[in-house]
T-cell receptor
């Protein structure tokens, strides 16, 4: 069974702090994603990565950066946290289909981040 | 970029009735359409997906239909049960085979099945 593990379930930080959200998957998936989930706004893609050291901006990358030094780990970084970054953050992973097609996303349990 | 509209935002049905959730998309190049279910306090999970080379796909009580001309797709749940209560998200993506993995999600539909 695929496991996508996010390091924290709940996190409280102060405005201006640097925040690291960690995500690890155990299925050797090529693709990893960071979404944020807000009530009434659905899931919005922040960044994704399709290979080690590769990253691509999603729909809302402003205020975030990412790091993928190892295949199994994808980190989301808030350089200077702000109150509008209070949200549920979901990590996901997927393997690449045989012809590079989209395949099923496996989500982590999420990190509820509160920035005070 | 792609824009996905999902309706309704909330839906209440009696147990045993059918539920239908509709989504429209803007980019005619989109060709992969998954549906995710998120129960309260849990992670989203894929329940069914469809690619644009088919018009309908069924899995027991769940079916998805796709109308490429009108750029809309729908989730149909028959004989609803209380455990179907959840938030459902549709999504669309260009499945180009060239490493394009950016799914755009709808805003979600909260389905409540009343016993």
């Amino acid at each position: 069974d695929v496991k996508v593990t996010q390091s924290s379930r709940y996190l409280v930080k102060r405005t201006g702090e640097k925040v690291f959200l960690e995500c690890v998957q155990d299925m050797d998936h090529e693709n990893m994603f960071w979404y944020r989930q807000d009530p009434g706004l659905g899931l919005r893609l922040i960044y994704f990565s399709y290979d080690v050291k590769m990253k691509e901006k999603g729909d809302i990358p402003e205020g975030y950066s990412v790091s993928r030094e190892k295949k199994e780990r994808f980190s989301l970084i808030l350089e200077s946290a702000s109150t509008n970054q209070t949200s549920m953050y979901l990590c996901a992973s997927s393997f690449e289909g045989p012809t590079g097609t989209n395949e099923k996303l496996f989500f982590g349990s999420g990190t509820q981040l509160s920035v005070l | 970029g792609e824009n996905v509209e999902q309706h309704p935002s909330t839906l209440s049905v009696q147990e045993g009735d059918s539920a239908v959730i509709k989504c429209t998309y803007s980019d005619s190049a989109s060709n992969y359409f998954p549906w995710y279910k998120q129960e309260l306090g849990k992670r989203p999970q894929l329940i069914i997906d469809i690619r644009s080379n088919v018009g309908e796909k069924k899995d027991q009580r769940i079916a998805v239909t796709l109308n490429k001309t009108a750029k809309h797709f729908s989730l149909h749940i028959t004989e609803t049960q209380p455990e179907d209560s959840a938030v459902y998200f549709c999504a669309a993506s260009i499945d180009s085979g060239a490493g394009s993995y950016q799914l755009t999600f709808g805003k979600g539909t909260k389905l409540s099945v009343i016993p």
